[in-house]
């Protein structure tokens, strides 16, 4: 399919605060082992806010102007001439991060881990991301929709697999209580996910009221308004742990997905001694009760991307398992696309995923 004369409309983060759409160069040619992509839909997430409102996450820092976007849907409009496991017309969740599958991390099954990737990663800087229509990925790093999968939910396929990789990290298992500090679309995903393997007790926190009550309407079994004026993080997991009984030991594990400083504090204070905390959210490098976790041996766990968790997500949406339809709340034109983060960083009542459309 000829796309040589299309329109490319990109979201470009030029660097902190400049985000401009403007027109991107059209893949020029196809490897053997890769798929030309028309986007469908792609999700905001708090790294692209982070990013845009930061210039830099964790290790990733804006250099240059790159195209925003790792949370693609995509159609495949054309193939290379070795790949096997997909044809044109199909519909697809696109893994972002493409590892070397060759060094130390990848052949030891850690391919998260793998320094090519960082490189290769759609999204994050310097590789550009899926917030354009035409893009070429990886057919391995591909991953064909079921029919009864849309390809909105298709999007929220990767914020999913982040969250199986984080419930798989820290073993939630049947029967354990756990604590997910944030209810944005990772943390209401995360209670989800742990619910679906087997958690007895989910709980959420977060500042936003509204996020927590589609986490409760989701079937949380308890939320905690945060209010950061009055926060104390030791009085918090008292009132945590009283609240949720348990002899007022504290959760089994606490899964941290807001990236401030102060939820890590509450994540290692009410997590029960023998506990594990998944650190999710990034941005807080910050000061953290560490001699508590090492007394108490709360083990803290690094929770990168996505390691092989795309086929599980898949699995929990298609089988109906899990329901992330709700998550949706917004849908923009990619047109609009500076519009829709806008209103993201807002933080107004009622906003949880932010689907770009093309
Ligand atoms: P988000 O910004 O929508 O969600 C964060 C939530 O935390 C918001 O609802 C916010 O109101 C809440 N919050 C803020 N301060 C709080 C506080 N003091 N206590 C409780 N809640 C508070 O972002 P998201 O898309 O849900 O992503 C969550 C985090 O996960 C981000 O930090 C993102 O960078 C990170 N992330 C990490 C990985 C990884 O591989 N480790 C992958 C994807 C996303
Ligand atoms: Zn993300």
């Given at each position: 399919?000829?796309i040589q004369n299309k329109?490319?409309?990109?979201?470009?983060?030029?660097?902190?605060?400049?985000?401009?759409?403007?027109?991107?160069?059209?893949?020029?040619?196809?490897?053997?082992?890769?798929?030309?992509?028309?986007?469908?839909?792609?999700?905001?997430?708090?790294?692209?806010?982070?990013?845009?409102?930061?210039?830099?996450?964790?290790?990733?820092?804006?250099?240059?102007?790159?195209?925003?976007?790792?949370?693609?849907?995509?159609?495949?409009?054309?193939?290379?001439?070795?790949?096997?496991?997909?044809?044109?017309?199909?519909?697809?969740?696109?893994?972002?991060?493409?590892?070397?599958?060759?060094?130390?991390?990848?052949?030891?099954?850690?391919?998260?881990?793998?320094?090519?990737?960082?490189?290769?990663?759609?999204?994050?800087?310097?590789?550009?991301?899926?917030?354009?229509?035409?893009?070429?990925?990886?057919?391995?790093?591909?991953?064909?929709?079921?029919?009864?999968?849309?390809?909105?939910?298709?999007?929220?396929?990767?914020?999913?697999?982040?969250?199986?990789?984080?419930?798989?990290?820290?073993?939630?298992?049947?029967?354990?209580?756990?604590?997910?500090?944030?209810?944005?679309?990772?943390?209401?995903?995360?209670?989800?996910?742990?619910?679906?393997?087997?958690?007895?007790?989910?709980?959420?926190?977060?500042?936003?009221?509204?996020?927590?009550?589609?986490?409760?309407?989701?079937?949380?079994?308890?939320?905690?308004?945060?209010?950061?004026?009055?926060?104390?993080?030791?009085?918090?997991?008292?009132?945590?742990?009283?609240?949720?009984?348990?002899?007022?030991?504290?959760?089994?594990?606490?899964?941290?997905?807001?990236?401030?400083?102060?939820?890590?504090c509450l994540a290692i204070?009410?997590?029960?001694?023998?506990?594990?905390?998944?650190?999710?959210?990034?941005?807080?490098?910050?000061?953290?009760?560490?001699?508590?976790?090492?007394?108490?041996?709360?083990?803290?766990?690094?929770?990168?991307?996505?390691?092989?968790?795309?086929?599980?997500?898949?699995?929990?949406?298609?089988?109906?398992?899990?329901?992330?339809?709700?998550?949706?709340?917004?849908?923009?034109?990619?047109?609009?696309?500076?519009?829709?983060?806008?209103?993201?960083?807002?933080?107004?009542?009622?906003?949880?995923?932010?689907?770009?459309?093309?």
């Open positions: 399919k000829n329109d490319n409309l990109a979201l470009v983060l030029h660097q902190k605060d400049v985000l401009k759409l403007e027109q991107w160069p059209l893949p020029q040619q196809l490897a053997p082992n890769e798929c030309l992509l028309q986007a469908h839909s792609c999700g905001i997430c708090g790294t692209d806010v982070t990013l845009w409102k930061k210039g830099f996450v964790a290790d990733f820092v804006v250099k240059k102007p790159f195209v925003l976007g790792h949370e693609p849907s995509a159609v495949v409009i054309g193939v290379g001439s070795e790949v096997t496991n997909l044809k044109v017309g199909d519909r697809v969740a696109v893994e972002p991060a493409l590892p070397c599958l060759k060094c130390q991390f990848c052949r030891s099954g850690r391919y998260n881990l793998c320094p090519v990737s960082n490189l290769h990663s759609h999204g994050l800087p310097p590789a550009d991301g899926c917030l354009r229509r035409y893009y070429t990925h990886r057919s391995d790093f591909c991953y064909k929709l079921p029919e009864n999968v849309s390809c909105e939910e298709g999007a929220l396929v990767e914020a999913l697999a982040v969250v199986v990789h984080a419930c798989r990290r820290v073993r939630v298992g049947i029967g354990q209580n756990v604590l997910v500090c944030g209810a944005g679309p990772v943390g209401i995903m995360c209670f989800l996910v742990a619910k679906a393997f087997g958690a007895s007790k989910v709980y959420l926190t977060d500042i936003n009221e509204s996020r927590l009550k589609m986490a409760k309407q989701l079937g949380a079994d308890g939320v905690f308004v945060i209010n950061p004026k009055t926060f104390n993080d030791k009085e918090m997991a008292k009132t945590i742990r009283s609240a949720i009984g348990a002899n007022s030991l504290g959760v089994d594990i606490a899964i941290e997905c807001t990236g401030v400083e102060s939820s890590v204070h009410v997590t029960k001694s023998g506990g594990k905390v998944g650190i999710v959210g990034l941005g807080a490098d910050c000061k953290i009760p560490l001699s508590s976790a090492a007394m108490r041996e709360v083990d803290l766990i690094g929770v990168c991307r996505i390691k092989d968790d795309y086929e599980l997500a898949i699995q929990l949406i298609t089988s109906g398992k899990l329901n992330v339809k709700p998550l949706i709340t917004h849908t923009f034109n990619i047109k609009d696309s500076v519009k829709a983060f806008d209103l993201l960083k807002s933080g107004t009542e009622g906003v949880v995923k932010v689907l770009i459309q093309h």
